[in-house]
């Protein structure tokens, strides 16, 4: 069975909480919830999440020793400011998919600035929830 980790980034232990116009009412447990039943038995999923920079960095590097199919990643804010998280995806051999819940493109135009996706082999933008799971399915 293929072994994917999957990482968001700052703030996206709130949801639920914040902005729920935005990024819907179910939590980041739910949503992880709600991903494994997709996905049932067809993959073996790992979720970090973290609100600092240098983690992330740290848990990307560890993955490139690791022996997942693929990463999906929902950088947060960092998709649109870390040449660090862009640098440390690179060093991964295997597919990384970033996704984000909002359609970024209609919202502020700073988040139209987007510098980890340029690291990454596909983007999903303003699918919600349903953008981790069909991430990972698309790897399967
Ligand atoms: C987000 C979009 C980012 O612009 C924002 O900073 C987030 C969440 C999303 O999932 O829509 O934290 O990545």
């Not at 069975?1 to 700052?10: K, Q, R, T, Y």
């Not at 819907?24 to 600092?52: H, M, P, V």
């Not at 970024?104 to 987007?114: D, K, N």
Request: proline share 4%.
């Amino acid at each position: 069975m293929p072994s994917f980790l999957i990482i968001n980034g700052p703030n996206l232990n709130m949801l639920g909480k914040r902005e729920p116009e935005i990024y819907g009412a179910q939590t980041l447990d739910e949503i992880a919830q709600y991903t494994e039943e997709k996905i049932g038995t067809a993959a073996k999923i790992e979720w970090y999440q973290s609100n600092i920079e240098g983690e992330i960095v740290g848990r990307l590097q560890l993955a490139a020793s690791q022996n997942y199919r693929a990463v999906v990643i929902n950088p947060g804010a960092y998709a649109h400011t870390s040449v660090a998280i862009h640098d440390a995806i690179k060093i991964l051999k295997i597919p990384v998919i970033e996704v984000h819940l909002s359609n970024v493109y209609r919202r502020e135009s700073f988040r139209e600035t987007l510098l980890t996706a340029k690291a990454c082999l596909a983007i999903m933008t303003g699918l919600g929830k349903d953008a981790y799971w069909l991430a990972v399915k698309s790897q399967i």
